[in-house]
């Protein structure tokens, strides 16, 4: 096994700026089952020099029914530029030993998938002892990850002042276009199992072998995950001052 550092061409910097607005407007109060109710908005505008503008928006709705109780939810559009890291981490190259399963007695489905990607017949020997160049480290031809965000949860708070506050929030978050940096063996039996984007990250040879596989950062997944996030805080008025205790935590779903 060997390594080689590669040069990442183009300084690693680049410049970001952002205008932002926000809202929060009332719409009702003082109404049986209303105690208040209103708009939480916002909106902003963020340039990069290395991915050009992009907009982000939020919305929300926060509904107090009583003093003790309030509702809320909302909905926002997510946007993060890559790391610099990301980007512009030196690249370093690996001799490694992979199997290959297009050179390994694939089974008739990743014959399929494997001659979709130029091995001959779908199938070819891989010697023993061949080693693979990975590529590891930054690629500055990413873009940035989008997508969105729904919350909605509840808020409860203490008939005594200053009492204690309880919360449950529920999220979910979308996103398309996000970073992941699969290991080669990952991508080599995904390419031969689904035949999926993985593929394009792998270089062969004429009679199929594998030359180089694209270990770096790039733009693969899609995600989706669901959550909770609870929180309960205590505040106490003493002779001396306050004493306020707060537990918070997040239960993943998905």
């Not at 410049?15 to 929060?24: I, N």
């Not at 981490?89 to 001799?95: D, L, R, T």
């Not at 997508?147 to 509840?154: D, E, L, M, Q, Y």
């Not at 204690?164 to 999220?171: E, H, I, K, L, M």
Request: glycine share 10%.
């Amino acid at each position: 096994t060997g390594f080689v550092t590669a040069d990442v061409p183009n300084p690693s910097i680049y410049s970001a700026r952002e205008l932002f607005a926000e809202m929060r407007a009332p719409l009702l109060q003082h109404l049986r089952g209303i105690e208040s109710l209103e708009l939480v908005s916002g909106a902003r505008y963020s340039r990069y020099s290395a991915f050009g503008g992009t907009n982000s928006l939020q919305g929300g709705l926060h509904w107090r029914v009583s003093p003790h109780v309030t509702l809320r939810g909302g909905y926002s559009t997510v946007f993060r530029a890559p790391a610099l890291s990301d980007l512009f981490q030196s690249q370093v190259e690996e001799a490694r030993p992979i199997s290959d399963p297009c050179g390994s007695e694939p089974t008739a489905e990743q014959r399929t998938h494997c001659a979709a990607v130029g091995v001959p017949g779908g199938s070819y020997v891989q010697g023993a002892s061949q080693p693979v160049d990975v590529i590891f480290g930054g690629n500055r031809y990413l873009r940035p990850e989008h997508g969105t965000t729904w919350t909605s949860g509840f808020l409860l708070r203490g008939a005594d002042e200053p009492g204690w506050t309880a919360s449950v929030d529920y999220w979910r978050v979308q996103l398309r276009d996000a970073l992941d940096s699969p290991s080669p063996i990952d991508i080599v039996n995904q390419c031969a199992d689904t035949g999926s984007a993985a593929c394009a990250l792998i270089e062969r040879a004429a009679d199929g072998s594998i030359i180089r596989i694209d270990s770096t950062e790039h733009n693969l997944t899609h995600q989706t995950q669901y959550g909770l996030d609870l929180s309960m805080a205590v505040r106490t008025l003493q002779s001396w001052g306050s004493l306020a205790a707060t537990l918070s935590g997040a239960w993943l779903l998905a």
